[in-house]
């Protein structure tokens, strides 16, 4: 007569725990085959809708990302022309007056001899580089290139303190009024130019205004530089 040994507690408490083990199990397989089911009072079950595959969510940066894509050249730094970037005409906009400053540079020794050409800027600049020459950008926001035949919405107001700004695109042609330096503001300052290559032989006509203002527009203009005054109006 064979004889079995008594069923301990550690026995019974060990296969309650492995029973509660494989319900845990048998909940995380169900939930990782399908949607959980909703149970309701007389027995029928409502799925719960999956989460839609391959629907992509709004990323909160993606403005933040094309407008990097567009940056040619970073606002810090200095660049070889036709070997860092390609020759040609670029925008920087969007400047305050904390301090963006920029160069064209012959050569990199540094002598006041290499500068071809210089600007501080506050609201937007444009400027032209030529293959060879280098360019110097330190704390302006990127510059993006921009094509020969860029159009716009050209708008009738220019802020006075706007910067460099291209007609036809930026704003439109026409006789502009303005009540001359700005409030706070040194001096005031405009400027209509042929190109974007800022030497003198690029400036059609300058002033320095110590009253009221108004000057005309070209249609043959390049650009409309204005600094330190109030708003211009289209009369």
């Known amino acids: 007569m064979s004889h079995h040994a008594p069923r301990t507690s550690w026995t019974i408490a ?6 509660g083990t494989a319900a845990v199990l048998a909940l995380a397989l169900a ?3 399908g949607p959980v089911e909703d149970t309701k009072s007389d027995g029928r079950t ?5 989460a839609s595959a391959g629907k992509e969510q709004p990323q909160p940066d993606a403005a933040k990302k094309d407008e990097a894509k567009k940056v040619a050249i970073k606002g ?11 020759p ?7 400047n305050t007056k904390s301090g963006c400053y920029w160069e064209r540079l012959k050569d990199t020794k ?8 210089n600007d501080n800027v506050t609201g937007s600049s444009y400027v032209t580089l030529a293959a060879g020459e280098y360019f110097k950008s330190s704390g302006c926001k990127g510059w993006e290139a921009v094509p020969k035949d860029a159009t716009g919405t050209p708008k009738a107001e220019i802020a006075g303190d706007g910067g460099m700004l291209r007609v ?15 409030k706070g503001s040194l001096n005031c300052y405009w400027e ?3 190109d974007a290559e800022h030497g003198l032989d690029s400036i059609a006509a300058n002033d320095n205004p110590t009253g009221s203002a108004i000057v005309t527009i070209d249609a043959e203009d390049a650009y409309f530089k204005s600094s330190g005054c109030a708003d211009w109006k289209k009369s």
Do not use: F, H
Not at 46 to 50: E, S
């Open 88 to 94: 040609g005409t670029y925008r920087t906009s969007g």
């Open 46 to 50: 409502d799925p719960k809708p999956a």
């Open 76 to 86: 810090d730094g200095t660049v070889q022309v036709g070997k860092d970037a390609q």
């Open 168 to 182: 036809g695109a930026d704003i439109a042609p026409g006789t502009y009024k303005s009540e001359g330096r700005a």
């Open 14 to 19: 060990r296969r309650q725990v492995l029973a």
């Open 31 to 33: 939930t990782a085959c």
């Open 192 to 194: 209509r130019t042929k």
């Open 110 to 117: 540094g002598e006041m001899e290499s500068i071809i050409a």
